[in-house]
Structure formats: C-alpha cells, structure tokens
C-alpha cells in the first residue's frame, strides 16, 4: 500500500515538473530568440576581420656591401637609427673629387672675371687713344689754318715785291727773302696736312681697337656666365656624391619593432631589396578591416560605434568606429578578379572591406596586425 502511494505520488511529480521545465525551456528560448532579434536588429557583425597596420619594409636605396647590422628579429627600435650601414669608401672618394673640381671652376671664373677686366683696361685704353687721336686732328686743324694764312701773306708779299723788283725799288736780297718765306710757308702747310692725314688713321686705328676691346670684353663677360654656370653643375655634382653618402647609412623609416631580418655582414644589397620590417604595434597606430558582406552594408555609416572582440584574449573588448567603407568588393582588388562573363556562373555574396579605427583599449591589450577580431556595428 505504501509503495503504490510512493508511485502515486512520484508520478504526480514528474507530471508538475516536466511541464514546468518544459515552459522554461520554451520560455527561455523565446527570451534568447527576442533578445537576439532585437540584437540583429541594431547590430552588424562579421568574424571576417583582422587587425591591420603600417609595416615599413626596411629597404636600400643604392647597391653595396653591408658592413654592419645593428639590429636583431624583433627589437624595438626608434625612428632615425641606423640598421644598416654599407660600405661607402668609394662615395668618399668621388666627394674629395667632386670638391676639388668645384675649387678647379671657382679658379677657372676668377681667371674669366680677370680676363674681363683687362679687357675692359685695354678698352678704356683705347678709348684715350681716341680722345688723343681726335685732340691731335683738332690741333692740326688749327695750325693748317693758321699755315693756310701765312701762305696767303707769303704769297701776297711775294707778288707785291716782284713787281717792286721790276721797277727797281727794292734788292735782289729782299726778294730773295721774301720768296724763301712764301715756299717755306707752302712746304709747311704741306707738311701739317699730311700730319693730319696720319693723325686719322692713327684715329681709324683707334676706334678699330677700341671696337675689338669691347667684343673681346662682352665675348669674356659671356664666358663668365659659362664659366659660372660650370660651377654649379660641379656642386650639383658635389651634393650627389654627398647625398649618395648619406644613402650608404639605411635608417628606420618609423618607430617599432623590426622583424624578418634578411641582412648579414658582407651581404651585396641591391636598391629596393627587403632588409625586414617594422611594424608599431600601438594602438593608436593600428586598425581593423572588417569584410561585411554586401547585404550588410546598406545602413552603416562612417562615425557609427563598433565593438571589437579579439579573438586570443575572450572576454575582452575594444572600442571603434567606422571611417571608411570601401569604394569596391574585396574580389575586385584581388590579383586575379572574377570574370563573370563565364558560362558557369555562380552567384556568390560579395564582401565589402571597412575600416575601423580602434578608439579604446582600456584593458591595455598588446593588439597585433594579422589577429582575427569580430566586428560589431551599432547601425542605430
């Protein structure tokens, strides 16, 4: 009797508890199924993100022989410190020519400017030989009028006494003077005319060599232009050599640390070859990419809040926001894009890069390009 009414009594139980479990159940269910849909309702979400940042490849900008390395995988370094430093004995010595041939064309427009300002000396000169030329023919000028009237004079005198001689009235010794006085006089007119007659050419001459000073000074003041247009193609040359110097000491580009090292001593580096990589893993230096797919996107906008879970540390999250959504698919940027004009075409949902600048971090997590995140976006 007792047995049958423990049975009773069990059965009962189970019969209360199965429904109410059961309501619980359902209940709960329907509780995470609002909860959820009114979650989706204002979020987005992807699991198709990663953490992104600059990496500075390391690299040379002339070709040469490392001599030393200071760095290893992984340091840290600043901004400016020198890695790598390669051989430059020869960039030494084209510096030490280029300065001397700098000095050999600053010589060479000193001796120009001289030769410019003896050319202007011998100018001037020449220009005083005109003057005295011209002064000289002046004053013949004045003399053979002054000749031309003691020939007048002589001659007139001469007349007058030849017909004195004729009547008798005066000697033969007077006339004889006074005819010497008439041909001396012509002879010295005759004289002074061919003085001046010489003074012009010399005048001609003159001109002739000032006219020559002047073409060889401008032909030399042009030369002083060639010559110092010489010295600036040489320290073009001499900041070359020196900027080529400066190329021989590879710095970092940006702070952080280096990682894949692929230098050792007495290495022969080319331009552009990868020495490693620097990568700032500070948070204010780094981002996330998240590909949403194209069916997500219609109602995100740029300043929208996101929250970022990451994946190696559960439980902790980041705070973002969205600053830019991608102008393009991801496929269209890929190396190979699809071609759809195939006849075996298959639809497939296309992702549409965005990215997220990450805004807090309060838990001080140590963040790294390339770990995968999940992205959620407020859209309301």
């Known amino acids: 009797m007792t047995e049958e009414i423990q049975q009773s009594k069990g059965g009962s139980i189970k019969k209360i508890v199965f429904p109410i479990i059961l309501v619980g159940v359902l209940g709960f269910g329907a509780w995470y199924g609002y909860t959820n849909w009114q979650f989706n309702k204002n979020h987005i979400s992807t699991d198709n993100a990663q953490i992104d940042g600059n990496i500075n490849p390391l690299i040379p900008r002339m070709p040469g022989y490392v001599t030393q390395v200071n760095f290893s995988d992984n340091q840290m370094v600043e901004m400016g410190d020198t890695l790598v430093v390669l051989d430059n004995r020869d960039i030494l010595i084209r510096i030490q020519q280029a300065e001397a041939a700098v000095e050999n064309a600053i010589a060479n427009v000193n001796v120009v400017k001289a030769n410019v300002k003896a050319a202007k000396a011998n100018s001037k000169t020449a220009q005083s030989g005109i003057d005295v030329a011209k002064a000289g023919v002046d004053a013949q000028d004045a003399a053979i009028e002054a000749a031309k009237i003691r020939v007048w004079k002589a001659n007139e005198d001469y007349k ?221």
């Open 160 to 380: 007058r006494f030849s017909n004195l001689l004729a009547e008798g009235t005066v000697t033969q010794q007077v006339f004889d003077g006074i005819k010497a006085e008439k041909e001396a006089s012509e002879k010295q007119l005759e004289i002074l005319q061919k003085q001046k007659e010489i003074s012009k050419k010399q005048q001609a001459v003159s001109y002739n060599q000032s006219a020559a000073s002047s073409e060889v000074s401008n032909a030399t003041a042009e030369n002083i232009a060639v010559a110092e247009a010489g010295v600036k193609a040489r320290r073009g040359d001499l900041e070359m050599a020196k900027l080529s110097y400066t190329y021989s000491f590879i710095l970092a580009p940006a702070s952080g640390k280096i990682s894949k090292k692929n230098v050792q001593i007495g290495q022969f580096i080319q331009p552009g070859q990868s020495l490693g990589a620097i990568v700032n893993d500070k948070t204010q230096d780094l981002w996330v990419i998240a590909n949403f797919k194209e069916t997500q996107v219609e109602k995100m906008r740029e300043g929208q809040e996101v929250d970022i879970e990451i994946d190696a540390f559960k439980g902790k999250k980041l705070k973002g926001k969205v600053q830019s959504i991608s102008p393009a698919t991801g496929a269209k940027f890929a190396l190979l894009p699809p071609d759809n004009a195939s006849g075996n075409f298959v639809k497939v949902v296309q992702r549409v890069p965005i990215k997220i600048l990450i805004t807090e971090n309060k838990d001080n997590i140590t963040i790294r390009p390339g770990m995968n995140v999940k992205a959620t976006v407020k859209i309301n």
